[in-house]
Each structure stands twice: as C-alpha cells, then as structure tokens.
T-cell receptor
Framework: QQQVKQSPQSLIVQKGGIPIINCAYE??????FPWYQQFPGKGPALLIA?????SEKKEGRFTISFNKSAKQFSLHIMDSQPGDSATYFC????????????FGKGTKLSVKP | KAGVTQTPRYLIKTRGQQVTLSCSPI?????VSWYQQTPGQGLQFLFE???????NKGNFPGRFSGRQFSNSRSEMNVSTLELGDSALYLC???????????FGPGTRLTVL
C-alpha cells in the first residue's frame, strides 16, 4: 500500500530523444508527487512536483503527466542531453508537509551523444 | 546561500561501534529530514525534525536516533552498528516540511 513502483530500472536514449520514466502507486491518500534527479556523488535534487488535481506540469524540458484514475505518473524529458544522464527517483507522500516521502527504486538514465 | 552540509563525508566503522553524523541545513530552514540510501532498498526515510521536535519517523529500529538543536543543525546517531547499516546517509532541509527539500551530499558509512 505504501510502495511506489518505478520503471524501468535503466534507460538508454540518444541525444534529442524523449526518455519516459513511469511510477505507479496504490495509496489513494498520496497527494504530492515529486521527482528527484541524482548525479553520482551528489544528493538528490528536486526537479519538479505535481499534485493530483493537475494532469500535467511542465518545467523547462521536464514534464510530469499524472493519471489519477490509473494511479500512475510519469516523467518525460524533452530533447534529452548527455548532461541529463543521472538517476531519477519518483516519490509520493500524504499528510501534507509533515508526511514522509516514499521513493521509487530509481531509474538510471544514460543519454548517448 | 550555502547548501546543506554534512560531515563527515566518509566514515569507516566496525560492527558494534556507534556513529554520529552531522547535518547543517540551509540558513532559515527549520525542517531537517534524514534518509538512508542503499543499492538494494533505495532511498528510505528515517526521521524528520522541526524546531527541535521529531515530527515523523520511518520504519527503522531504535538503534537509529536523531536530534535537532536550536540552530536547526541536526545529528543522527546509530548505535551497535551492523554490516547492513553500510549506506549513504542523506540529510535534507526545507523551510517547513518534506515538500521542496534540499539534500546534502551525504555521508558514506562503511561498516566492517
């Protein structure tokens, strides 16, 4: 019930491609869904976040699509660049800012030049 | 503005020892959360402190504890270390809670 399932585990795309990372959840009480990007040797950095009353959110080349009925959300990276090569984590939480984040297992993205 | 700092960055301990990790949040941030990151289990929430009070706790044994000081700096302690405690321990700070958290670079703990 508390899990967030993330797929794929790893992803290789060519520069300019649109990698898509998917996450699914069961707990309908989740109300905040952030995505984090982590480079080797660094802590995760918040990329973009969405709430369930919105079906899509864009920030620069990053887009979250949210399907409340299917309990799924995904990250799309437009015009991907080699500098986007990193591990991406989806997460979810309920209980407002006092909840705790449940993370997916991560997707290692490699963008080939 | 300086980011979240964690000390030490690397630590090697042996089984049965205890360890204390330190986190200095971004200036003005009052919420500090701790996470454990391992290849097998991924990122797991340990606990969150706000204004020196633990507000939330993850599913970890009592060997894992923490505290927060009046200047919002936080420490995490692990007693009676086990091999499975080897991990990257991440601290994150925010103004008020788990939304919009900023992570530090982590402390890499190796238990031999």
């Amino acid at each position: 019930q508390q899990q967030v399932k993330q797929s794929p585990q790893s992803l290789i795309v060519q520069k300019g491609g649109i990698p898509i990372i998917n996450c699914a959840y069961e707990n309908t009480a989740f109300d905040y869904f952030p995505w984090y990007q982590q480079f080797p040797g660094k802590g995760p950095a918040l990329l973009i976040a969405i709430r369930p009353d919105v079906s899509e959110k864009k920030e620069g080349r990053f887009t979250i699509s949210f399907n409340k009925s299917a309990k799924q959300f995904s990250l799309h990276i437009m015009d991907s660049q080699p500098g986007d090569s990193a591990t991406y984590f989806c997460a979810a939480t309920s209980g407002g800012s006092q909840g705790n984040l449940i993370f997916g297992k991560g997707t290692k993205l490699s963008v080939k030049p | 503005k300086a980011g979240v700092t964690q000390t030490p960055r690397y630590l090697i301990k042996t089984r049965g020892q205890q360890v204390t990790l330190s986190c200095s949040p971004i200036s003005g941030h009052r919420s500090v959360s701790w996470y454990q990151q391992t290849p097998g289990q991924g990122l797991q929430f340990l606990f969150e402190y706000f204004s020196e009070t633990q507000r939330n706790k993850g599913n970890f044994p009592g060997r894992f504890s923490g505290r927060q000081f009046s200047n919002s700096r936080s420490e995490m302690n692990v007693s009676t270390l086990e091999l499975g405690d080897s991990a990257l321990y991440l601290c994150a700070s925010s103004l008020s809670g788990i939304h919009e958290q900023f992570f530090g670079p982590g402390t890499r703990l190796t238990v031999l």
